[in-house]
């Protein structure tokens, strides 16, 4: 059974960083699609940003373009989220999906890891 496995998270002040990652336990993310979705208590998932690992392309809700950067390492098979300029409404679960390329559905989640920003 593959997992996703997401590190990361934590309590940081306003305007301060974090970075996610999530890698997946079990094979590798070629082929996939992986994205990263946040909720925060009482709302609906919201998506944040996506990247495609044979290509590289990138894909950011309007919310975060400009303060987020998504990237992917294929030595460690890990994507990484680098959170810049945290804002209090960013506090959220933050959650990693995968999915085949050719698919729009997602094949594998991860647990969620907590983020929350500080005013």
């Known amino acids: 059974q593959v997992q996703l496995v997401e590190s990361g998270g934590g309590l940081v002040q306003s305007v301060g960083s974090l970075r996610l990652s999530c890698s997946p336990s079990?094979?590798?993310?070629?082929?996939?699609?992986v994205d990263w979705f946040r909720q925060a208590p009482g709302k609906g998932r919201q998506f944040v940003a996506a990247?495609?690992?044979?290509?590289?392309?990138?894909y950011y809700a309007k919310s975060v373009k400009g303060r987020f950067t998504i990237s992917s390492d294929s030595a460690s098979n890990t994507v990484y989220l680098l959170m810049n300029s945290l804002k209090p409404e960013d506090t959220a679960v933050y959650y990693c999906?995968?999915?085949?390329?050719?698919?729009?559905?997602?094949?594998?989640w991860g647990q969620g890891t907590q983020v929350t920003v500080s005013s």
């Open positions: 999906a995968a999915r085949l390329k050719s698919d729009s559905e997602y094949a594998y």
């Open positions: 079990g094979r590798t993310f070629s082929g996939f699609v």
């Open positions: 990247i495609s690992w044979s290509d590289g392309s990138t």
